[in-house]
Each structure stands twice: as C-alpha cells, then as structure tokens.
Nanobody
Framework: QVQLVESGGGLVQAGGSLRLSCAAS????????MGWFRQAPGKEREFVAA????????MYVDSVKGRFTISRDNAKNTVYLQMNSLKPEDTAVYYC???????????????WGQGTQVTVSS
C-alpha cells in the first residue's frame, strides 16, 4: 500500500509560480512511477508529468513543457512539481499518483492523493 499527501496549492496571479509537494509513504513505493495529474471543472483528469523514482527519467504533457519541472527527493520520499509562468488555463485540482508502469493514463495509477487546488487569476 502507498499513501500520498499533496500540499502547496493556492491562488496565484498569471505569470507567477507555485511548488507542489507529494509526500509518499508505505511499502515498496520506490518501485513506482510518480505522476502529477490535474482536473479542471467539467473536464477529464489530465496527465501533467511523471518521474521514475529509480532513474529520475521524466515526461511532460506538451502544454507544460518549459514551464513545469517534476523532481524527487529520495531522502525525503517526496516528489515536487515546480510550476512557473502559470496561466489561467492551469487552474485545476492537482493530484499526485503512484503507478507501476511508465505511462500517462490515469487508469494505470492505482494510488492517488487527495488533491490540492491551484487557481491562477488573470
């Protein structure tokens, strides 16, 4: 079992920055891929970024490339999402997730955090 707790969301003006954190705990979580997803009202949950605990490899959705950076701190068992140059269309609930395979589909991630709200004002 894996437990995930997100933090760091909030209200920010367009062009600003936020850093989300996801604290992971539980058995064998280091074998998992960690992903960030987001869901805006009335929309489907969308892949944002993912990182491998073991290799550090990353992948991003095209809309955030160059603005968002996913990283991990193995000593703190924490994954981060640094979000810069935020846009109003980035407004959503952001979720941290843990999965077994290197993929972008939410259905491939069995463990989820509770989510944290990010609101970007124009």
């Amino acid at each position: 079992q894996v437990q995930l707790v997100e933090s760091g969301g909030g209200l920010v003006q367009a062009g600003g920055s936020l850093r989300l954190s996801c604290a992971a705990s539980g058995r064998t979580f280091r074998w998992y891929v960690m992903g960030w997803f987001r869901q805006a009202p009335g929309k489907e949950r969308e892949f944002v970024a993912a990182i491998s605990w073991t290799t550090g490899n990353t992948m991003y959705v095209d809309s955030v490339k160059g603005r968002f950076t996913i990283s991990r701190d193995n000593a703190k068992n924490t994954v981060y999402l640094q979000m810069n140059s935020l846009k109003p269309e980035d407004t959503a609930v952001y979720y941290c997730a843990a999965g077994n395979f290197w993929q972008r589909s939410p259905s491939g991630y069995p463990y989820w955090g509770q989510g944290t709200q990010v609101t970007v004002s124009s």
